[in-house]
Every structure is written in structure tokens, then in C-alpha cells.
């Protein structure tokens, strides 16, 4: 007796915070839908980090497409609340500069608190937000086959078949394949480059422990060389010569029941060979020694899983879509966790992907020219990461030059993610997703600001700087008064929250910063900047003469 091989619209690998969402969205609207994935949930992810261009793609997805679910994970407080009682605060970006064997010196910090008129972002403790998702994509009507490992990927002109190493076989018209590096379409289509393209070369260690200190119960100093901001309220990183640190706490928010804590090292594997008479354990303990103000956020912590050691962390392709197919997120392509862009990344590319997606379903057309757009904004994305990864890990040896690429990486950040709230307030004005298709309509895709000219110019200018310090043409202080000159020089680097000073190193916009901010925007001559001023300052301004509580995000 034969038996007909199961039919779907769309196949998705990976059952993550990529692929479960995907799946809740095209499920959503109509798709039928497998969410296939090798393993099962609740299980270990890293990527815990969230940043404001993240929750405002996740923001757009949930109201474009009618998956109010999603927004849960867009507050701090919500979180907590409707997901589980296990999630941290991100009120800012903390860096601390050390030397081997020296305590730091507090002038050497640098911390950006996350305008909270922009967002509110969570430490995401993955086993709880990935299961979430992955709940959510199936009260939506995906269909799910866990533990399925593929062994077998078939393209044809007609669709796809997948046939997993139990020889259960099924039949798409369209794959996404959002499984990470051990992407099966990725191997099965030879996809990936040898060596990776970039110029960042790092490897990590992590795990999550419990009992890791703040960092503001081990470090001294003066009080005004504190952060306005306690560190532990935030993601800390301690950087060192080619190398980091991450300290991630779940235990930071009063809902939080979550001891636990995320914690890794990212170093240049050139520069530190991985070592194979000792462990990770070991290594990390021998880490640690060097710096002791870190050694001792870590003294009595002990780990709650075993740890992960890679080799090279960064992997690329030489195509991410083609006809019926899509290696989306991670499964195309990954850089560093530095600056946590990776989760941003990934739903900036769900949202450029769903409506090519949905329309190729419509018109039942998979022709590969009509996800150009998707391939090259996933490309843009790893490739200009990369640019401002590298810079950073080769201005680590050298304080004045890291703090010159500190304020232009911090700089971007706000215009960034106004580009996209603006088009999210228009939307839900009016309905009309052109002003979506408007944001791509921009020259540089895949820079966290991709339409301003004078913004490219800045990171240009830093790129050439940090690799003529790396090349030993130019020495650290040079490096560091070029790109010093660039900000205060660019139309693009609002003045008002700090950016040009550098006496300024704590960057905490409040309220009457950010209204500064856009009136500064909408005056500037730039026209990406005075467009997005002016809009953003009409619609505060019409909340604020239509209630007197908070405005709309």
C-alpha cells in the first residue's frame, strides 16, 4: 500500500527564535507550514543580547502581520510577565577597557544607556523565549516535526523533497533553511566559502553559571567615575587586546526569578591559538587570572552547563536564495556577538523576506531574481558587521582609537532605529506597507543606517584609520584624531547626547535628549535626518497635545 508523501507551502529547518518565527507569520496568513528542526525545545541558545533596531523590527513584524504574540517579547516587564519569569533588563551597553595583571582604570569605561522613549530590551534567556515562539508558531497552524534530522535535500523545478535519516520524506514548494552552520541545503548546494570572507577572526568559549557578582560590587573608583547607570543593569563587556568578555544577567529585573547568568570570552584565535592540552574550564579560569577585576565578579560562580569551545566563529556563503530556496539568518552566514546584532539581523531579513515569500506563494513564481533584495540585504548585513567588528577588536590595544570607534558605532544607533519606528507609526496610521518598501529603497543595505551618505563616510573613515594603525603606517593616537575628526566634522553625529565630546563617556539620553535629538534632526541638512526629525517630532507632538502619558513608540 503506497503512502503520499506529505505537502506543504513551505518547509523551515529550525525550530529557533528564526525559524519559529518565520513559521507563526506565514502560518498566520494562510501558509501551510512544517517547522522541522534536528533537536527540541526547551533547550541552550546564545544570543540573549536584545538592542533597539531588533525590537523594532519585531515590533513591525507582530503589526504587520497580525502576530500580537510577538510583542510580548518587546518589553522588559512583558516578558516577564506573559512568557516566563526568567528574563533580564538591558538598559545599556557597558565597556570596560583592561590590561593583564592591572585593575582598570575607570577613565577607560564607556557605557550607552538605551534611550527608553526608544525601547525596552530584555536579556533573552533562550530556552524560554525560543519555546515560546515555537508554541506560538503552532497555535498559529504550523505543523511540526521534531527530532528529524535531514539527511537528503532534493531540488527540482516543481519544489523541493527532504528526506530525514529515518527515510521519512516530505515535499515543499518553497525551503528555508534557518538551521544555523550545520545548514543541510547549505552543504547539499556547496554554499559555504573556504575560508570565511571577512577580515574578524575570533572563536569563543561560553556557558551559564550562576553566582557570577556585579561588577559594581567588585570595581572602585571615585564616584564620579561611576556610570549613571549600574553595569549590572545592562550587558557588560570587558574588553582586552584582541578579545572580550560578555556578562549577561537574567537576575536584573524584579520579576526575574532566573539566578543564572550568561557568561563567555571572544578572542582573536590568531592571536590566541585554542589550546588542546587543557580544556575550556581551564582556559576560562586561565583567562580570568590576567585580569583580576574580572577574576573576581567570578569568585565563588560555579557553571550550570557544560561549556562550549569553538573553533573560528565566523562562516559565510557565496549565495543565501536561489529558485525555491532561502538560507536564512545564522544558516547563511555569522560574524560575532559583539554589539549583539545577530538577532536583529534576523528579523530584519524575516521582514524582507515574508512579502516576497507570500507573493511568490500567490503567483505561484519561486524565480530566484525575486528575492534578490533578501540576499543582498543578508550579505550587506554580515559584511558591514564585519567592517565594524574588526575595527574594534584592532582598536582594543589602544584606548583613544576604541573610543573613537565607540562613538561612531553608538552614534548610528539612534537615527538607526528612528528610520524604522517612523515607518512603523505610519503604518499602523494608515495601513499602507509601501512606507515598509520605502526603508529599502536605501544605497548602502545592510549598514544600521543604510540611507545616509555621510554616515558610510564616517565608517569609511574609521575602517581606513583602524587598518593603517593595524598595518603599523600609523600609530594609535594618529588613528584615533582622524576618525575623532570625522565625527566632529559629520552632519550625521548629533552633537547633543555626547557623541563629539570626548569627555563625555557615559552617553544617557533622557527624555529632553531625545526631544533635542529630533529637533536637531528635523533642522539638519541631511535630508535623511531632517525627514525622519520632522516626523517623528509631528507624531510626538500630537501625542503630547492628545494625552499627557507616554507616546507611542
Known sequence: MSTQIPRYDVVILGSGIAGS????????????????????????????????????????????YDVPELDALTDATTINEKVSNTFGRKRHFGFMLHRPGQEPDPAQAHQFVIPDALTSASHLFRQDSDAYLFRVAVG??????????VAEVDLDDDGVTLTGVDGYEVR????VD???????????????EQPARFKH??????????????????????AESRPPVRWHEGTMHHLFDRGWFWIIPFDNHELSRNPVCSVGVTLDERRYPKPEDIGPDEEFARLLSRFPAVARQFEGAGKVREWVSTDRLQYSSRKTVGARWCLMSHAAGFLDPLYSRGMSNTFEVIHALVPRLLEALADDDFAEERFSYVEELEQGLLDYNDQLVNCSFIAFSHFRLWDAVFR???SGNTPGTLRVNNALRAFKADRDPEVFSALEKAPFTGLWWPDSESFKALLDGTVRACEQYEAQQIDGDTAADRILDLIRGS?????????????????????????????????????ELSSMGRDALSALRKAAAGAPGRAER
Not at 534557518?178 to 559555504?192: E, V
Request: proline share 7%; with cysteine; net charge positive.
Open 21 to 64: 518565527t518565520l513559521g507563526a507569520v506565514l502560518a498566520r496568513n494562510g501558509v501551510k507550514v512544517l517547522l522541522a528542526d534536528a533537536g527540541t525545545h526547551p533547550r541552550f541558545a546564545v544570543g540573549e543580547s536584545m538592542i533597539p533596531q531588533l525590537v523594532a523590527w519585531l515590533q513591525v513584524i507582530a503589526e504587520r
Open 140 to 149: 498559529h497552524g504550523c505543523e511540526t516535526r521534531q527530532q528529524w534530522r
Open 172 to 175: 515543499a514548494r518553497y525551503l
Open 178 to 192: 534557518a538551521s544555523g552552520f550545520r545548514s543541510p541545503l547549505a552543504d547539499k548546494l556547496d554554499l559555504r
Open 201 to 222: 577572526h575570533s572563536r569563543s568559549l561560553f556557558t551559564h553559571m550562576i553566582g557570577v557578582r556585579p561588577f559594581d560590587d567588585v570595581v572602585g573608583g571615585p
Open 408 to 410: 561612531v558605532w553608538g
Open 491 to 527: 552632519e550625521a553625529v548629533n552633537p547633543g547626547f555626547g557623541w563629539k565630546d570626548t569627555d563625555v563617556r557615559f552617553i544617557h539620553p533622557g527624555r529632553a535628549e531625545m526631544a533635542g535629538f529630533l529637533e536637531w534632526a528635523a533642522a539638519s541638512p541631511l535630508p
